[in-house]
Each structure stands twice: as structure tokens, then as C-alpha cells.
């Protein structure tokens, strides 16, 4: 292992006002020229901010992190209905980083090619570039958008102080990589201590302390890629499950697949057709499931290790009390349920994810059941740092709902845009909420279900003249939501 690198902050002063910004590309390599930060005096109060953004984890999955739901969960609020509205890894990050879906981010898929990948985000006008210029110091730690670092190994986005970042296919294996450190590549071998989840955790562990004696607050982004599966030629099947750290090899022998009735749902004849393709489940399969599901418990062990170690750096340094911490996922993951592996379709499993928060002024062990989404973290990291986005958002800030403010209901659009998966997984939109989960497909087919009856989504209701009032509100809601742009978002 090599310790990192300290890049030089580039500290810019907050704008007072929205302004015109010019539509750039994130794959120019522009700089950014340096100038004057704000006074120390207007940042030296402001608390810091840690995100831990984990790929592909299920609300259910946070079980395997006791620490985390301890450290962030016990000593500050959950979300009992957090969303993703595109729930495809590199969509879901761009909603993260700019506060906006994905119709409005412009990130439309994972690869390039399709409208997605890092290409597509509009990397100056995000969430680092807006904390950096409210005089945060800011750094990455782990993955950042499918195909980044791809032509440019080295590049570090703007709004980035301190980089640490593995560039385009060594993102996705656990061993054997490299990381963009602060804009020199750095290989990693397959020793134990080079496990990848590690690494991130020495990295971010490393800035936290070294923040101690800085005036300025921080954003510290974490995004590792547990428990996503590994795609490498050593790794044997793609639904295998990642690696785990050495030390949880032999952990959660025991766990068992939650008793889901819409694991290897029986009757799928109410499903839209990329369901009723499917064959039904047997015991083979449900055994490739368990296997994958404990792999991905493993190494979660790890993550919530990492959570641990950033809590104890923040007490030990004397951070903890005026440092916001958020831990969540960018998107969940079906294995079998309604017979499908996988994300991008709009079922609970894939959308409905952890989302714990603890920070200043926020009560210990609460929790909170107004609609959230993942359009909401980069306009309450902003309003946490006071700072100022340069373009509109679609999300809502919800820092006065953490400190006790009122909770409004909100209907959270569903959207997969991703041309390039037809037919695998038809576009869709729609709309969910505590209640009712409603979805249009393309060409055709909709599900409306009850969640309150059925959690599972067993039952399609769609067309059922007993909820037809309900049906015809959502679908309103659909048109109004798909194509909205700020204000009418929300």
C-alpha cells in the first residue's frame, strides 16, 4: 500500500446568486483557475459532511451493519421511505451530485453510448464543485461514475480537492487495481491489507484526521463498491457476490435469505411480460441465491467496520459533535425475487433503500416517514455548508425535517430511460409514495399496488374499478412529473 497523496484545495467563494453556466462536458479536462476563498471567518462554523454511499445494497442488507445502524441509525433518524428514482448505478450517482433526475441530469444510463457513463454529467455544476466554493474542503473516496477514467486515468473532476479514485475497470474488483491518487495512479496488489474496501477506509480515516487541525469544514464522499458483484475474468459467475475481506471469509454461515413471498413469486400471470418470461424458481436456484446473498452480507462486514473506524476518528479528534454523517445506497437489488436478478426495474426491493442520518440537532433513535429521494441529498448537503447550486434542482432540502420541522407527503418519481436495456428491462415511468407504487411501461403494460397490504407487490391492481380514483391521480401525477424541471418537481 502507498499513503496518499495531499493534493493542494483549490478553494473557491461561494456565488451569492444563481448564474448562467455554460453547458460543459465533464470530459474536456479543463481546470479550473485558482481564486480567492471566502474569509475564514464565514466557514470556520460550518459543520462538515460525510457521505457513505454503498452499490447496490437492499434496505434488508442493512442488517448485516449493526455499527452503522448504532453509529448513525441509533444516535440520529432513519428513513423509513427513501427512494431511488432511476435505480441504475451511474444515473442514481448523478442524481446524488446534482440534486436532479435523471431526465433533467442527463445522465440516462451506464454507458456512454447510451446517453450515460461519466461523459454525460455536467461535472461543473455538482454538488463538490458548490461545497468547494462555500470554502469546503472536499474529497472522494471510492468509485465515481461508470466509465470514468477510461481515456483519462488521471483526471480528477472540478469541485475535488482530494481524489482518490479507481479509474475504469479497476472500479469493480476487490483486488489487483489501481487508484487516481490526487492524479498519480497507484496499483494495489492482492495482499490482504490491499483488500479495496480497506484501502478506501485507510484513505478516508487519513483525511478525517488530518482535517482536525484545519479552520475549514469538509465533504468527504465514501462510495465503495460493496456489495456490488465483481466483474473480472477471476471472479466465476457474474451473480456470485464480491469477495469479502479475508477476516469475514467464514462470517454469516448462518444467514438465510429473508422469507419474501416475492422470492420466486408463483403466479405472475398480473406481471408485465419481462416478468411472465421468466421460468419459475426451483431449489437450484434459490441455493445460488443464498450463496450470493451471504457473500454480499460479507462484505458489507467491512463497510460497516469502515463506518466504525470514521465514527472513532470523528470522537477521537474531536470532530463528531459538529460533523452531519449519511450512509445510503445508489440503488437496491432483486435475487429472485418476482424471478428476477438484478436493478433497474421499479420494485420495492430495487427502490426503496436505507437512508440514516445523524448530524447537529437531529434526535437520536427517530425516525421519519415523509417520502425522500435521492434527489434530496445534494440540496440538503448544500444547505447544511450553505451553499449555493449554480443550476436549478429537482429535490427538496431536508435539513428542517431533521431538525423535528413538519413532514409533507410527496409522490417520488420512477424513470428508467435506459435505451440500451430493451428489452431486458422496459422504460418505464411512474410515481410511488408510502401508499401506492404505480408504473407505466413502454410499449405497454401497467402495475398499480396497495403498499400498505402488499409490501411484497404481489397483486396488481391496475385497472381494479376499486382503486380506479387512486389509478387516475397517479397517472396525472406521471405526466406532471415525468418531464418537470425544479419548482414543478416538487
Not at 483549490?10 to 448562467?20: C, D, E, I, M, N
Not at 492482492?190 to 478516508?204: K, M
Not at 466465476?236 to 467464514?250: E, K, L, N, T, V
Request: charge should be negative; aromatic fraction near 8%; charged fraction near 25%.
Amino acid at each position: 500500500m502507498t499513503a496518499p497523496a495531499t493534493a493542494t484545495s483549490r478553494l473557491l467563494w461561494a456565488a451569492l446568486a444563481l448564474v448562467p453556466a455554460l453547458l460543459l462536458g465533464c470530459g474536456s479536462g479543463e481546470e479550473q483557475g485558482p481564486e480567492p476563498g471566502p474569509p475564514a471567518a464565514q466557514v470556520e462554523g460550518k459543520p462538515n459532511v460525510i457521505v457513505v454511499m454503498t452499490d447496490d445494497q437492499t434496505l434488508a442488507e442493512i442488517a448485516q451493519m449493526p455499527q452503522t445502524r448504532r453509529l448513525i441509525g441509533g444516535q440520529g433518524v432513519s428513513f423509513e421511505n427513501y427512494y431511488v428514482s432511476f435505480p441504475l448505478c451511474c444515473p442514481s450517482r448523478a442524481t446524488y451530485l446534482t440534486g436532479r433526475y435523471a431526465h433533467n441530469s442527463g445522465v440516462l444510463s451506464n454507458r456512454p453510448e447510451t446517453g450515460g457513463g461519466y461523459p454525460s454529467l455536467q461535472n461543473r455544476h455538482t454538488l463538490a464543485v458548490w461545497m468547494d466554493e462555500a470554502g469546503y474542503t472536499t474529497a472522494s473516496v471510492g468509485r465515481y461514475l461508470n466509465f470514468y477514467g477510461v481515456e483519462v486515468p488521471d483526471q480528477i473532476p472540478p469541485g475535488w480537492d482530494e481524489w482518490y479514485t479507481p479509474p475504469g475497470p479497476s472500479t469493480y474488483v476487490m483486488y489487483d487495481y489501481e487508484l487516481n491518487q490526487n492524479g498519480e495512479l497507484v496499483s494495489y496488489g492482492s495482499d490482504p491489507d490491499d483488500y479495496q474496501t480497506d484501502v478506501y477506509a485507510d484513505l478516508a480515516v487519513d483525511f478525517v484526521e488530518r482535517q482536525a487541525d484545519e479552520q475549514r469544514p469538509f465533504f468527504l464522499s465514501v462510495t465503495p463498491l460493496a456489495p456490488h458483484d465483481e466483474n473480472d475474468e477471476k471472479v466465476p459467475s457474474r451473480f456470485d457476490g464480491p469477495r469479502p475481506a479475508p477476516r469475514h471469509a467464514d462470517e454469516l454461515n448462518d444467514l438465510q435469505l429473508p422469507r419474501d413471498p416475492s422470492r420466486g413469486e408463483r403466479d405472475v400471470s398480473d406481471k408485465p411480460a419481462v416478468v411472465r418470461g421468466e421460468e419459475e424458481f426451483g431449489a437450484a436456484d434459490r441455493r445460488i441465491d443464498l450463496g450470493s446473498y451471504r457473500r454480499r452480507g460479507r462484505s458489507l462486514l467491512a463497510v460497516d467496520e469502515m463506518v466504525q473506524r470514521l465514527v472513532t476518528t470523528l470522537t477521537d479528534t474531536g470532530q463528531l459533535e459538529r460533523t452531519w454523517i449519511m450512509f445510503t445506497s445508489d440503488n437496491g437489488y432483486l435475487l429472485g425475487e418476482h424471478r428476477l436478478k438484478g436493478k433497474i426495474t421499479p420494485y420495492d426491493e430495487v427502490v426503496h433503500l436505507p437512508l440514516l442520518i445523524r448530524g447537529p440537532g437531529v434526535k437520536p433513535g427517530s425516525s421519519i416517514e415523509m417520502e425522500a429521494a435521492n434527489l434530496d441529498l445534494a440540496p440538503t448537503i448544500a444547505d447544511i455548508g450553505n451553499a449555493v447550486p449554480d443550476r436549478s434542482i429537482d429535490g427538496v432540502s431536508l435539513l428542517d425535517v431533521l431538525r423535528g420541522g413538519n413532514q409533507k407527503r410527496r409522490d417520488i418519481l420512477l424513470e428508467n430511460l435506459d435505451s440500451g436495456r430493451v428489452p431486458d428491462r422496459p422504460l418505464y415511468t411512474g410515481v410511488i409514495n408510502r401508499d401506492y407504487s404505480y408504473v407505466e411501461y413502454k410499449p405497454r403494460g401497467t402495475e398499480l399496488y396497495d403498499l400498505r397490504t402488499d409490501p411484497d407487490q404481489l397483486e396488481n391492481l391496475a385497472g381494479d374499478p376499486s382503486v380506479a380514483a387512486e389509478q387516475k391521480r397517479l397517472a396525472k401525477r406521471v405526466r406532471q412529473l415525468r418531464d418537470c424541471k425544479a419548482a414543478s418537481c416538487r
